[in-house]
């Protein structure tokens, strides 16, 4: 029988994840639901040119990012949605977040997406970050299939996807809108029994 690795990094504390999220951490990152204070970091980190030209726009005001933040509880309440800020060891303010948005009624599919800081890039948060993320998704949400979408010009984005296993399915035409000019996105795809395989792979490394 699979032992689930990475049990260390999941706070469950009993709770159902629509009532509140649980901590995840690993090494050298944590990821808990995003709080009011969180709202002036996401600002600073997340309004920056050089990461927000491949992303949907972002709140442009603290106010802003305080309502996504009420809002994305909610969504979470109702099941549909889960949003976790990235908070780096060592540090209490949100510098990023990974979001996961089901795209059918029980979240057996979603889109997850995921945005940081600039000064983060190349730190191996990103990393850390995502596979706590999909070992959440598979584990305690029960998600089989994961998409995301990155615009074909983000070769970091499309880089970063590619690093964690993700699998290229094709190319969506003119998908994405920014600055009144559509924009081509790579779709990608990670399966839940393809990330139970590479667990595997990486508990088995760790072990030799």
């Known amino acids: 029988m699979e032992r689930m690795p990475y049990q260390h990094e999941i706070e469950r504390a009993g709770q159902d994840w629509r009532t509140s999220l649980p901590l995840l951490g690993g090494g050298n990152v944590f990821l ?3 709080r009011a ?3 002036p970091a996401l600002l600073a980190m997340l309004t920056t040119e050089e990461v ?14 305080e309502r996504f933040i009420d ?5 979470r309440e109702a099941g549909n949605y889960v949003c976790y800020g990235i ?5 209490t303010t949100a510098i990023g977040i990974f979001q996961l948005r089901s795209l ?6 979603c889109e997850w997406g995921f945005a940081m ?19 959440f998704g598979v584990d305690v949400v029960g998600t089989q299939r994961f998409e995301a979408r990155a615009a074909a010009a983000n070769g970091r984005g499309n880089g970063a996807l590619r690093k964690i296993g993700a699998v290229q399915e094709g190319v969506l035409r003119r998908s994405f809108l920014r600055n009144g000019q559509y924009h081509d996105q790579v779709l990608w795809s990670i399966l839940a029994e393809d990330w139970r395989l590479q667990r595997l792979g ?3 490394a760790l072990v030799h």
């Open 32 to 34: 808990r639901e995003l």
């Open 117 to 135: 800081g600039s000064q983060f890039w190349g730190t191996g948060l990103f990393v850390a970050g995502a596979r706590l993320v999909l070992n």
């Open 104 to 109: 059918e009624p029980g979240f057996g599919s």
């Open 37 to 39: 204070e969180d709202a």
């Open 202 to 204: 990486q508990q088995a």
């Open 71 to 75: 809002w994305a509880q909610h969504e």
């Open 52 to 65: 927000s030209r491949f992303i949907s726009p972002p709140p442009t005001t603290v106010e802003g990012f």
């Open 87 to 91: 908070v780096p060891a060592g540090m």
